[in-house]
Every structure is written in C-alpha cells, then in structure tokens.
C-alpha cells in the first residue's frame, strides 16, 4: 500500500500570502493519478486538482499542482479567506486509493 | 446537475451490520463507478473501496477486506455498501464519490453528503 505524507500538518497564513503544501508518497506515484482535494468543516470533499496540475471545473487559477514521482505540491497564490480549510493528497497505485493525512490551513 | 445523495444515519450495535446506499443522478453508472470513503469525526480521509476502471473488478482497503460488500443498481443508479461485523472503530462518516477512469483523468469528481454510522456496544 502506498503511505501518502503531507506536510506541513497545520499551516498559518495571512490572507495575501502563499501557500506551499507538499505530499510525498512512499513510491513513485504516476502523475495521472495524484489529485488534491479540499474540505471544510461539516462539508464534504471537494475535488481541487487531478492528474497532479489540472484544474477540477470552477477552480480558480490561484491554485496549482505540480511534482512527479514521490514529491508533490499544492500552491495556493495569494491565499483568499474562503481557502482556510482543510487539504487532502490522493493517489491511486497498486490497485489501492490512499489519501494523505491532510494539512490545516488556518487563519494566522 | 450531478448529485449523490446518501440514506439517512444508522445506529447499530457491535457485530451488526449496516447497508449504505447513493443515489446517483446526472451520471450513468455505467460511465463512471462509485467508490467508499470513510471520516472519523474529526480525523482525516479513509478509501474503502469501489469498482476500479484498471483492474475491472471491485477493490477493496485491506482494512475492511472480508466485511464489506460494494454492489451497483446501474438501473436505478443506486449505489450500496454494506459493512458487517461492526465495531466501535466503525463509527464514522461514510461518504459516497463518483470515480472518473484515467482517459477522462483519474479522480473523485462528485461527493454524497455523507451518512453517520454509529456502532454501540
């Protein structure tokens, strides 16, 4: 099974600012199958970024996604205050769908 | 519009066993397969399993493997988990998300609203 890292595991920031948020997975992941999802409290996951950099429908450009192999990351330019939430890496290897254990972005 | 929407909360006792069920619409479930996900209060994101595009058969996480059973009703695109011999570590939010294969880009592209299952002992 493919163990999915994410750190940091809470990360502060003002709204403005950018944020970095890495995913690292135990082996080498296909870029085809990395995706990034966001979730808010009492909300279900919401699809942010698939195939590791593209876009999910309504997704504003402020986000994205690059890496390959074991290291990937979210970006998010200039963090706007509806962002603060918590994000989760997804990867699909081994006939097995894993997800990181998240990162917190909260309001510094 | 796609939309999931998940049956109601479940209360069950140690060793029972309760069935989920998603009701799909805006897509076929021939186009595209449901997958399980599961949320302690609290904690992060668990797969359980569901139908996978690569190997043409139903996976599931080594974790509930032998206790839980995935089905599809492609004629009323309802979706059904069934997870027996409950524990307390069951207790969690169980969420439905429909599966794109990799030629549409592999991803989890719409989520049900999730269903509270309690286990007591």
């Known amino acids: 099974e493919i163990v999915l890292t994410q750190s940091p595991g809470t990360l502060s920031l003002s709204p403005g600012e950018r944020a970095t948020l890495s995913c690292r997975t135990s082996q080498s992941v296909s870029r085809s199958y990395l995706g990034w999802y966001q979730q808010k409290p009492g909300q279900a996951p919401r699809l942010l970024m698939y195939s590791t950099y593209t876009r999910a429908t309504g997704i504003p450009d402020r986000f994205s996604g690059s890496g390959s192999g074991t290291d990937f990351i979210l970006t998010i330019d200039r963090v706007e205050p509806e962002d603060f939430a918590v994000y989760y890496c997804q990867a699909y290897g081994n006939s097995r769908n894993t997800f990181g254990q998240g990162t917190k972005l909260e309001i510094k | 519009q796609v939309q999931l929407v998940q049956s109601g909360a479940e209360v069950k006792k140690s060793g029972a066993s309760v069935k989920v069920s998603c009701k799909v619409s805006?897509?076929?479930?021939?186009?595209?397969?449901v997958h399980w996900v599961r949320q302690v209060p609290g904690k992060g994101l668990e797969w359980l399993g569901g139908f996978d595009p690569e190997e043409g058969e139903t996976m599931y996480a080594q974790e509930v493997q032998g206790r839980v059973t995935m089905t599809e009703d492609t004629t009323s695109g309802t979706a059904y988990m069934e997870l027996s011999s409950l524990r307390s570590e069951d207790t969690a939010l169980y969420y439905c998300?429909?599966?794109?294969?990799?030629?549409?880009?592999?991803?989890?592209?719409?989520w049900g609203q999730g269903t509270l299952v309690t286990v007591s002992s």
């Open positions: 998300a429909t599966l794109r294969d990799l030629l549409s880009g592999y991803r989890f592209d719409y």
């Open positions: 805006g897509y076929s479930l021939i186009e595209v397969s």
